[in-house]
């Protein structure tokens, strides 16, 4: 099974083209014309352009706006390193589905489709309030992972699957057609926003960015969504054990460089929600979708994929700056710099929503504004500024 689902991952990574670089110079070049000071449009100059590169057109306009969370439960949950007990996993994915958690009450605001994906969760999930089942896709690989501090967190069967499965969730009925068909009418750029839903994944996050960096883990574990500080220094000699166990010197070396390191890492010490999220981040590239990075365990997924495919960095747009002291490694290493600062930690896809937003707002000042020979206005001013 390895090697069959080894080769259809390197087949949709094979199939993710590069930014189209001559469109983005188009892209800027029309910008520059816009009236307006050179760059006063800051972020949304640089968003508009990556649009450019996605599409092959200097002007877009955003299709579907859609939330992918992925969940999972952590058996690593077994070693005290969170407050919540891992039945929240199945009931926050519930709640998500009803429209009640933070990010889908954003979400359902701001007319975004929430879409709810099981590839691990432990416990049964509650009906809804209705008496209903919720809406979620099954697509469990097993019953959450295991202890990390003790054993592997899964196969690397079922890491594979798992990143598979975001893969096909996030591309979608996509053939990635290199005709103009395949284009997607050209100019509609579809966005898709990955999060997730896990209790424990903060964890295993830091883990999974530790070895991946070669950076000392202490520097890299937070509070996730709220512990004691002597849960705090427990979280942290977890990890080191964890990292200590399955072979990765914490602090020394780098490890995740190629597919084979990426998917080691993550099946010892990772989470079915983060090869799942990896996953996406390649599906969504592979059929030439926006993909919205959440906090700190969205940024890890986000640099396990380009780890795979750095390719997929061309399709990339980062929310928000997360509270966990990881995110900041996670989201230099990507080279990507965060729109929002609203000193937010909540995950589930929260800051894609409202990254969704600013996005547009790009289009918006591509399609709409006039240019200066437009406008009627000399701009020969400007010449020596720019």
């Keep these: 099974m390895t090697g069959t689902t080894e ?113 691990g969760v432990a416990t049964d999930f509650p009906l809804t309030f209705d008496g209903k089942k919720a809406s979620i896709i099954d697509k469990k690989i097993r019953k959450g992972t295991g202890n990390i501090a003790c054993e592997p967190a899964m196969s690397i069967d079922e890491c594979l699957c798992a990143i598979l499965t975001g893969i ?17 009418e050209g100019e509609i750029i579809d966005l898709v926003g990955i999060g997730e839903m896990g209790i424990g994944n903060t964890t295993t996050s830091a883990a999974v960015l530790s070895a991946v960096t070669g950076t000392d883990s202490d520097s890299l574990t937070g509070y996730g969504a709220g512990i004691s500080d002597r849960a705090y ?17 914490d602090g020394c ?14 099946s010892k010490v990772g989470g079915l929600d983060i090869a799942a999220m990896c996953g996406a981040y ?15 365990i969205s940024a890890v997924a986000a640099l396990l994929a380009v780890k795979l495919c750095p390719a997929v960095s061309h399709y990339l747009f980062p929310s928000h700056i997360s509270t966990e002291p990881g995110y900041k490694l996670a989201i230099k290493e990507l080279g990507l710099d965060p729109y929002l600062d609203l000193n ?19 289009c918006a000042m591509m399609n709409n504004m006039a240019t200066f020979e437009g406008g009627g206005i000399d701009d020969s001013y400007l010449e020596g500024i720019r």
């Design 253 to 266: 070396n780098r490890y995740g460089s190629d597919f084979e390191a990426v998917t080691d890492i993550l």
């Design 233 to 249: 220094d427990n979280k942290k000699n977890v990890i080191k054990r964890a990292l200590s166990l399955h072979g990765f010197t």
């Design 344 to 362: 937010m930690g909540l995950g589930e896809g929260s800051g894609c929503v409202l990254a969704f937003g600013i996005i547009e707002g790009a």
């Design 168 to 184: 096909e969730i996030a591309a979608g009925d996509c053939d990635n057609d290199e005709t103009e068909a395949g284009k997607r």
């Design 282 to 296: 390649i599906g969504a590239a592979y059929a030439g979708k926006g993909a919205v990075i959440d906090g700190y």
């Design 7 to 119: 080769k259809i991952i390197k087949k949709y990574i094979d199939g993710v083209r590069n930014a189209d670089s001559e469109a983005k110079a188009k892209a800027k070049k029309y910008d520059d014309a816009l009236i307006k000071p050179p760059r006063s449009f800051g972020k949304l100059e640089d968003i508009a352009v990556k649009m450019a590169g996605i599409t092959g057109c200097v002007k877009n306009k955003v299709g579907s706006k859609r939330i992918l969370v992925f969940c999972a439960d952590n058996g690593v949950t077994k070693e005290g390193v969170a407050s919540a007990p891992i039945t929240v996993t199945s009931s926050q994915a519930v709640n998500m589905t009803s429209g009640i958690t933070g990010m889908s009450a954003l979400a359902r605001n701001f007319g975004t489709e929430v879409v709810v994906v099981d590839v």
